[in-house]
Nanobody, 123 residues
């Protein structure tokens, strides 16, 4: 069993920045680490992911150039740096992992999930 504990998030104005962290209870070596988000009344959607060795990253078009995913293997941690935040970035953000080298962008593919972090962007 893998436990993921998230931190970060909060309330920020348009154009501001936040960083989310996701710490795993076990080594994340050979795990794809991903971030998803869910806005009220909407389905959970893919945001960013980083491959099992920290080389390849993928991001949704809506966040490219603004969000950066990274991982720190020695701390079993994934980060999502969010810059130039927009109103439409508001939602609950979830980290997720799967023991694999294959990149997938659908929530159902991931085995373990963090508890969620609220991100609210205000005007």
């Amino acid at each position: 069993q893998v436990h993921l504990v998230q931190s970060g998030g909060g309330l920020v104005q348009v154009g501001g920045s936040l960083r989310l962290s996701c710490v795993s209870s076990i080594s994340t070596r050979n795990y794809v680490m991903a971030w998803f988000r869910q806005a009220p009344g909407k389905e959970r959607e893919f945001v960013s992911l980083i491959d099992h060795v920290g080389i390849r990253t993928r991001s949704a078009d809506s966040v490219k150039g603004r969000f950066t995913i990274s991982r720190e293997e020695t701390k079993n941690t994934s980060y999502l740096q969010m810059n130039d935040l927009k109103i439409e970035d508001t939602g609950i953000y979830y980290c997720a992992v799967r023991h694999t080298s294959i990149l997938r962008f659908t929530p159902a593919y991931y085995e373990w999930w963090g508890q969620g972090s609220q991100v609210t962007v205000s005007s």
